[in-house]
Nanobody
Framework: QVQLVESGGGLVQAGGSLRLSCAAS????????MGWFRQAPGKEREFVAA???????YSASPVKGRFSISRDNAKNTVYLQMNSLKPEDTAVYYC?????????????????WGQGTQVTVSS
């Protein structure tokens, strides 16, 4: 497993942008697939985006075209660039990692999780 620490959350107006970062410990970051999930109050954890070791990326339909995931293996960091934010994007955002990724959109596929960072989008 790997230790993950998210940052970059906050309060933003609708239409604004935020960039979340997730810093990972260890020297084998490049061997991990990474994902972002979110959870709003009273709702289940929801897939947002994922990036494989190869760099292939996936995004959930609600965020496609607005959010993008990227990674910098030299900095052991994965990013989630969020543009055109909407109030329905309000949630706690979690970073996740796994060495062998199966179903990228299933949170049960990941075995390491960060503590989460709050994103609040006001209307």
């Amino acid at each position: 497993q790997v230790q993950l620490v998210e940052s970059g959350g906050g309060l933003v107006q609708a239409g604004g942008s935020l960039r979340l970062s997730c810093a990972a410990s260890g020297r084998t970051f490049s061997s991990y697939a990474m994902g972002w999930f979110r959870q709003a109050p009273g709702k289940e954890r929801e897939f947002v985006a994922a990036i494989r070791r190869s760099g292939s990326t996936y995004s959930a339909s609600p965020v496609k075209g607005r959010f993008s995931i990227s990674r910098d293996n030299a900095k052991n960091t994965v990013y989630l660039q969020m543009n055109s934010l909407k109030p329905e994007d309000t949630a706690v955002y979690y970073c996740a990692a796994v060495s062998r990724l199966a179903a990228y959109s299933n949170y049960k596929s990941y075995d390491s999780w960060g503590q989460g960072t709050q994103v609040t989008v006001s209307s």
